[in-house]
């Protein structure tokens, strides 16, 4: 079955500076790629993904880049703020939204 | 964006006894749902796929007779965890695709004492 590995577990960053958070995976029928921003005690919350059809993607100050032959995908989110902080978790789909998820990075933004 | 709810939001329960856990699709329907069960500061980890008018599929390790799962129409699954023990406390999410996305419901916390 598939398996996504992310990395890194916990990130600290700056405000203002950017932040990017990287995930593998292993099934290479796997055609969707969505990531979660998590607060405590929340539900997952979707803020980008992306298809296999397409190697880049953009919303304001997040980014999600894919690169399908080396089944590595990545979070770019740049002029990082407070209110970023978060629990981000990485996903794979290989269609009919089966979804296997990261083991998630916290990422911290101190002001 | 489509509105996933899921009741209750949390339940505290004695050992021994069964919980039912509701997940709702809103305003749209959801042949297929997913139940994930998450530990704290951990991962996202499916049990199984809800699939409306047929057996869910359990993932590898999850007990199909202490999980039931049932999804008789296309807006509604539920999860039983029967004869709950401490060891099942744990924070249980539910999810539905909708317009091609996967969106979440808010989750219940499970706690058994």
């Known amino acids: 079955g598939e398996n996504v590995e992310q990395h890194p577990s916990t990130l600290s960053v700056q405000e203002g500076d950017s932040a990017v958070i990287k995930c593998t995976y292993s099934d290479s029928a796997s055609n969707y790629f969505p990531w979660y921003k998590q607060e405590l005690g929340k539900r997952p919350q979707l803020i980008i993904d992306?298809?296999?059809?397409?190697g880049e993607k953009k919303d304001q100050r997040i980014a999600v880049t894919l690169n399908k032959t080396a089944k590595h995908f990545s979070l770019h989110i740049t002029e990082t703020q407070p209110e970023d902080s978060a629990v981000y978790f990485c996903a794979a789909s290989t269609g009919g939204f089966k979804t296997i998820f990261g083991a998630g990075t916290r990422l911290f933004v101190k002001a | 964006g489509a509105v996933v709810s899921q009741h209750p939001s949390w339940v505290i329960c004695k050992s021994g006894t069964s919980v039912k856990i509701e997940c709702r699709s809103l305003?749209?329907?959801?042949?297929?749902m997913f139940w994930y069960r998450q530990f704290p500061k951990q991962s996202l980890m499916l049990m199984a796929t809800?699939?409306?008018?047929?057996?869910?599929?359990?993932e590898q390790g999850v007990e199909k007779d202490k999980f039931l799962i049932n999804h008789a129409s296309l807006t509604l699954s539920t999860l039983t965890v029967t004869s709950a023990h401490p060891e099942d406390s744990s924070f249980y999410i539910c999810?539905?695709?909708?317009?091609?996305?996967?969106?979440f419901g808010s989750g219940t916390q499970l706690s058994v004492l």
């Open positions: 992306i298809r296999s059809n397409v």
């Open positions: 999810s539905a695709n909708g317009a091609e996305k996967l969106f």
């Open positions: 305003d749209f329907q959801a042949t297929t």
């Open positions: 809800s699939n409306e008018g047929s057996k869910a599929t359990y």
